[in-house]
């Protein structure tokens, strides 16, 4: 069974840092583009990086060199590491397996939930 969990979310005051976790079964991580994906509270859910199966990156406009993704083939992970996290940073983190566009995305997992505050 073709399966991502996400983990690594929690609680962080701003300008700390994070390192979620994407992990996949059932399949092998290094063949596949990996998209992150958010959704702040009252947002629509945007795109953050991507991953793809050659290993290029891409990142939108807000991480500004805060994030960096990466695949790690030994766990079959792939990692979201956000440093100098801002309040509007909190949110519900994703990972999807295939696309890095968020109108492809056909349905979201349980995710897990970034928030950043004092």
């Known amino acids: 069974q073709v399966q991502l969990v996400e983990s690594g979310g929690g609680l962080v005051q701003p300008g700390g840092s994070l390192r979620l976790s994407c992990a996949g079964s059932?399949?092998?991580?290094?063949?596949?583009?990996i998209g992150w994906f958010r959704q702040a509270p009252g947002k629509e859910h945007e795109g953050v990086s991507c991953?793809?199966?050659?290993?290029?990156?891409r990142y939108a406009d807000f991480v500004e060199g805060r994030f960096t993704t990466g695949k790690d083939s030994a766990t079959n992970t792939v990692y979201l590491q956000m440093n100098s996290l801002k309040p509007e940073d909190t949110g519900i983190y994703y990972c999807?397996?295939?696309?890095?566009?968020?109108?492809?995305?056909?349905?979201w997992g349980q995710g897990t939930q970034v928030t950043v505050g004092s």
């Open positions: 999807v397996l295939g696309t890095c566009v968020v109108d492809m995305v056909d349905s």
């Open positions: 059932g399949f092998s991580l290094k063949y596949y583009a």
């Open positions: 991953i793809s199966a050659g290993d290029s990156l």
